[in-house]
Nanobody, 126 residues
Framework: QVQLVESGGGSVQAGGSLRLSCAASGYTFSGGCMAWFRQAPGKEHEGVALIYTGSGIPVYADSVKGRFTISRDRLKYTVSLQMTSLKPEDTAMYYC???????????????????WGQGTQVTVSS
């Protein structure tokens, strides 16, 4: 059974940094992709960054490009999101998501991701 567990959220002032991690169990990094989504209160889920688990190629939403870096560790089965130059508008619950092994990467189509973590809160104060 696939399980995704996020960690690393917290509170930080604008301009600060945080690093989120997603630990995957029962999952292999042999194809497909994993992504970070976020949801702010009263707003829709927003795709933030994703990474192709086989090649390591990242894709970023325009809103975080140049500030966030996604990476994966194939030996530790973790995907990390390094967030820098944080802004108050980055405040949200951040979720890790993964497609079934070997599945096509659905980019930002949330409902096509098969597995989700429980989320970790990121709060950025001005």
């Amino acid at each position: 059974q696939v399980q995704l567990v996020e960690s690393g959220g917290g509170s930080v002032q604008a301009g600060g940094s945080l690093r989120l991690s997603c630990a995957a169990s029962g999952y292999t990094f042999s194809g497909g992709c994993m992504a970070w989504f976020r949801q702010a209160p009263g707003k829709e889920h927003e795709g933030v960054a994703l990474i192709y688990t086989g090649s390591g190629i990242p894709v970023y939403a325009d809103s975080v490009k140049g500030r966030f870096t996604i990476s994966r560790d194939r030996l530790k089965y973790t995907v990390s999101l390094q967030m820098t130059s944080l802004k108050p508008e980055d405040t949200a619950m951040y979720y890790c998501a993964a497609v079934a092994v070997g599945g096509n990467c659905p980019l930002w189509t949330r409902y096509k991701y098969h597995y989700w973590g429980q989320g970790t809160q990121v709060t950025v104060s001005s």
